[in-house]
């Protein structure tokens, strides 16, 4: 089985977020479950620290109308995976991956047309024939829609498509004028195709072109079908909802393992957790946040409204009044970036607030915290819960998406128990679960919750095996 996965951003080497950990880590557990994987990205301005050693193999050119561009085709090949890079500096030598911090770049539609063309026009040229093609959030929704188009006209053997919604959230939607960055025939601007109230919606492109649908996680892929999480997009996902299913992430438990992790002071693991302790002391000092005994509750996030970041924000002050420390990493919307140096600043020693993306320091804000807050309106899949598990710290949630698949709450079920569940969407319900969690620091149930949590399975292994599974029964329904 010869798979191709087309993203936009692919860790280590691009990341804003959980689809850079998922399109980092599930193709090389698909190599390893005997698959032949390639991942195309592009080549962004800190790809260059991660993928030293690369070697150029193509140099080709793709248009659009009105413009052409002629691009690189990088590969590096690592652990058991092809990884190309579509090299365009004009279009990915920028400061940001989608935009300046809380923007986007206006060209964004012709920068992932275009990526979408040249990853078609790299395969064509190596003479790769996938046998399925699997596109990963709005970016690479044309690509689907294109290969489509190719079967229809009858070109050569065109592979099976796969989408996966990281999240709906994210769609993609350009004035009508941005069709032409698709550089296809007029006849697929309308409603049934990529048409989407007068505009041109990238992901819907995807979502009516792929053969099948994937959301990442089983909760996720029924709540997008109703209107309140669905985004406008609900109907077209009902009218596929026979296509559509829920495969939950993992995480790189290599990678993610606070036994090994080198980012870390100390290393611990479920059968020896005595470092966690003093993680918690070394993030206190650097963090300058006093009182390691106070129970620490972490959060390592995008700054959006959809974590829920602002229900954080209003908890601070009750909470730190009974003890609690806060330890906030994040950047984003630049709203919450006032309101979080402003706590840092009203509550010194009991707040900090690290505004900033950093790899190494979210290990330590994992492997230090107690408690791990993600309030989120809605959570796709989530990884922030999972990475916090297995790194000892319980996860405060929200009932929704991954989250719910994923985290467990103790009073509910304490035999499964692993964390603290709220309502979505109410200060009243995560005020109550932080209450809940501060009575809880320090039993004998935090213990066992968190051994509980640290010896979870969250590696791809399983969930490779059904991407597998769903790759061979596509192939088949198309022979
Ligand atoms: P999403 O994909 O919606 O952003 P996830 O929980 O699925 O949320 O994944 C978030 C990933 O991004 C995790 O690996 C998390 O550690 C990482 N992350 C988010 N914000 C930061 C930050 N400021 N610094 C470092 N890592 C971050």
Known sequence: MKVVHLASEVAPFSKTGGLADVTGSLP???????????????????????????????????????????????????????????????????????????????????????????????????????????????????????????????????????????NLGYQGNFPATSYDALGLQREYFTPEWVEYFGKVSFLKAGLVAADRLTTVSPTYAREIQTEELGFGMDPVLRHRSRVLSGILNGIDTGYWNPATDRFLPARFSAADPAGKQECKLALFRETGLTEPNRPLFGCVTRLADQKGVDLIVSSIPALVAQGARFCVLGTGAPELHEALSGLQNRFPGSVAAILRFDEPLAHRVYAGSDFFLMPSRYEPCGLGQMIALRYGALPVATRTGGLADTVFDLKEDPARGNGLLCERDSLAGFRAALDRALALFGTPAYGRARRRGMQTDFSWDARAREYARLYDELVAARD
């Open 28 to 166: 090389p557990a698909l190599a390893e479950a005997g698959l032949d994987v390639t991942v195309i990205s592009p080549w962004y301005r800190d790809s260059e620290q991660a993928a030293a050693g690369t070697r150029t193999i193509a140099r080709l050119r793709v248009s659009i109308p009105g413009h052409e561009t002629r691009f690189e085709l990088r590969e590096l090949c690592d652990r058991g995976v092809n990884w190309w890079f579509i090299v365009q500096p004009g279009l990915f030598d920028r400061g940001g991956i989608y935009g300046p911090p809380g923007a986007d770049f206006p060209d964004n539609d012709t920068r992932y047309g275009l990526f979408c063309r040249a990853a078609l026009a790299a395969l064509a040229d190596r003479d790769c024939e996938p046998d399925v093609v699997h596109c990963h959030d709005w970016q690479t929704g044309p690509a689907c829609l294109l290969l489509r188009d190719r079967a229809v006209r009858g070109g050569p053997t065109v592979p099976g498509t796969v989408f996966t919604i990281h």
